[in-house]
T-cell receptor, first 115, second 112 residues
Framework: AQTVTQSQPEMSVQEAETVTLSCTYD???????LFWYKQPPSRQMILVIR??????QNATENRFSVNFQKAAKSFSLKISDSQLGDTAMYFC????????????FGQGTRLTINP | SQTIHQWPATLVQPVGSPLSLECTVE??????LYWYRQAAGRGLQLLFY??????ISSEVPQNLSASRPQDRQFILSSKKLLLSDSGFYLC???????????FGNGTRLTVT
């Protein structure tokens, strides 16, 4: 079974700073997808970014980028020029390509952006 | 456009009462549907998923059940709620293979 670990329960940075959230996962699959979801105080789950394991290039979405290290099974999220609206819980998630496609989530990192 | 509706948004139920949470998806056909539960301050736990009408897979044996009576409708039920059923329930759907999940707004359930 796949597992996803987020080792930072909480993080806090100043507005405009850069912050990196860590995620590691365990799987025997060779092909899979990784995601970062954001859950603001409204509790809506919002997709931030996705990465296909077969792609070596790291995904980027505006101020959000990932550092995908397949051999190390690491998938960190970098938020540049952080904004107050980035305050949220961030969840790393894994989905296999073959078979039943279910999202397996980490426990989340609570990120606070301070003014 | 494709949208997901989940209701009710908030529910307070006594122990031993029945439960029915409903989720519908619009603008697509044959979606994969999911029910997740989130305990306070924790990650999401997959409860059930469905790849088609009448096809339900259970991930965690518990007091809950799920049904998919129509292509775009997914229902989470319980005959008798327990205190431990309290939590935030999220319905999600996936439009096609290898696409990410999209979530509804969730239902906050408090069992008293």
């Amino acid at each position: 079974a796949q597992t996803v670990t987020q080792s930072q329960p909480e993080m806090s940075v100043q507005e405009a700073e850069t912050v990196t959230l860590s995620c590691t996962y365990d799987t025997s699959e060779s092909n899979y997808y990784l995601f970062w979801y954001k859950q603001p105080p409204s509790r809506q789950m919002i997709l931030v970014i996705r990465q296909e394991a077969y792609k070596q290039q790291n995904a980027t979405e505006n101020r959000f980028s990932v550092n995908f290290q397949k051999a190390a099974k690491s998938f960190s999220l970098k938020i540049s020029d952080s904004q107050l609206g980035d305050t949220a819980m961030y969840f790393c998630a894994f989905m296999r390509v073959q078979g039943a496609q279910k999202l397996v989530f980490g426990q989340g990192t609570r990120l606070t952006i301070n003014p | 456009s494709q949208t997901i509706h989940q209701w009710p948004a908030t529910l307070v139920q006594p122990v031993g009462s029945p439960l029915s949470l409903e989720c519908t998806v619009e603008g697509t056909s044959n979606p994969n549907l999911y029910w997740y539960r989130q305990a306070a301050g924790r990650g999401l736990q997959l409860l059930f998923y469905s790849v088609g009408i009448g096809q339900i897979s259970s991930e965690v044996p518990q007091n809950l059940s799920a049904s998919r009576p129509q292509d775009r409708q997914f229902i989470l039920s319980s005959k008798k709620l327990l205190l431990s059923d309290s939590g935030f329930y999220l319905c999600a759907w996936r439009p096609s293979y290898n696409s990410p999940l999209h979530f509804g707004n969730g239902t906050r359930l408090t069992v008293t």
